[in-house]
């Protein structure tokens, strides 16, 4: 995942511009930002605190409120 993140922080546009300082960045900041935020918790609930044995990042989807008030 960490290899992840760092790869899509360094993508350029054909004009060598990076993403992240472009318009086109929202996808890009939304999964890296999305990343963070899962190594972060599970360092803390899994690693740290030992209050999880895993951490299940489907859970932290929209999809099943979408689906019902759909």
Same mark, same amino acid.
Request: glycine share 6%; hydrophobic share 45%; aromatic share 10%.
């Given at each position: 995942?960490?290899? !992840?993140? %760092?790869?899509?922080?360094?993508?350029?546009?054909?004009?060598?511009?990076?993403? %992240?300082?472009? =318009?086109?960045? %929202?996808?890009?900041?939304? *999964?890296?930002?999305? !990343?963070?935020? !899962? =190594?972060?918790?599970?360092?803390?609930?899994?690693?740290?605190?030992?209050?999880? #044995?895993?951490?299940? %990042?489907? #859970? *932290?989807?929209?999809?099943?409120?979408?689906? *019902?008030?759909?």
């Amino acid at each position: 995942m960490v290899q !992840a993140v %760092t790869y899509l922080k360094g993508l350029k546009l054909s004009n060598g511009q990076l993403i %992240t300082d472009s =318009l086109r960045k %929202t996808g890009v900041l939304g *999964f890296v930002v999305s !990343a963070s935020s !899962a =190594l972060c918790l599970f360092d803390k609930l899994v690693k740290e605190q030992q209050q999880l #044995k895993y951490l299940l %990042t489907y #859970k *932290f989807s929209q999809d099943h409120l979408e689906l *019902f008030l759909l």
